[in-house]
T-cell receptor
Framework: DAKTTQPTSMDCAEGRAANLPCNHS???????VYWYRQIHSQGPQYIIH???NNETNEMASLIITEDRKSSTLILPHATLRDTAVYYC????????????FGKGTKLSVKP | DAGVIQSPRHEVTEMGQEVTLRCKPI?????LFWYRQTMMRGLELLIY????????DSGMPEDRFSAKMPNASFSTLKIQPSEPRDSAVYFC??????????FGPGTRLTVL
């Protein structure tokens, strides 16, 4: 599975959009981009995933660049409850590969 | 659905004792995963099952660790004997497909 690079930490004002970047320059054509987050003292939570088209669900939007070498997770109106560590993971969906969690980005939403 | 259920939520034991962690996956999910999380090593996959059969246990640290899944609704992770370095948060996750995993609340294990 391709390696990902994320900033260690980010701050965001409550009510503003939080844009979390992820670099995955070695991504293969059949690898998807997944986002999970982990709120303090809880288990990781699935957010969204995509291959090459932009994706949106009730939690967030995922923007993948045309060359697929990077992506951005967007939380449109961040709340204090969105404070968490956000993990960007690249893997072949349905494959025998496992989710490999890196260090992620610690997002702090401030009032 | 209640989600993935783990018990106990907290466990404190002494070195050398046997520890058993329990997990009930989401009904209908045919994949079950055990992870361990520490500050030093982050979140690591220990073992996963498909249809109650262990598929990959390469992440199990050593023979002191064992995991079973006797039926589709129950799994255990056992450590015998436990050591202080086993102190961590242990998560169970289940999935209907291997990519979207749903995690339980975790068991915080402290071995004194």
């Amino acid at each position: 599975d391709a390696k990902t690079t994320q900033p260690t930490s980010m701050d965001c004002a409550e009510g503003r959009a939080a844009n979390l970047p992820c670099n995955h320059s070695t991504i293969s054509g059949n690898e998807y981009v997944y986002w999970y987050r982990q709120i303090h003292s809880q288990g990781p939570q699935y957010i969204i995933h995509g291959l090459k088209n932009n994706e949106t669900n009730e939690m967030a939007s995922l923007i993948i660049t045309e060359d697929r070498k990077s992506s951005t997770l967007i939380l449109p109106h961040a709340t204090l409850r969105d404070t968490a560590v956000y993990y960007c993971i690249v893997r072949v969906t349905g494959s025998q590969g496992n989710l490999i969690f890196g260090k992620g980005t610690k997002l702090s939403v401030k009032p | 659905d209640a989600g993935v259920i783990q018990s106990p939520r907290h466990e404190v034991t002494e070195m050398g004792q046997e520890v058993t962690l329990r997990c009930k996956p989401i009904s209908g999910h045919d994949y079950l995963f055990w992870y361990r999380q520490t500050m030093m090593r982050g979140l690591e996959l220990l073992i996963y099952f498909n249809n109650n059969v262990p598929i990959d246990d390469s992440g199990m640290p050593e023979d002191r660790f064992s995991a079973k899944m006797p039926n589709a609704s129950f799994s255990t992770l056992k450590i015998q004997p436990s050591e202080p370095r086993d102190s961590a948060v242990y998560f169970c996750a289940s999935s209907a497909r291997r990519d979207t995993q749903y995690f339980g609340p975790g068991t915080r294990l402290t071995v004194l």
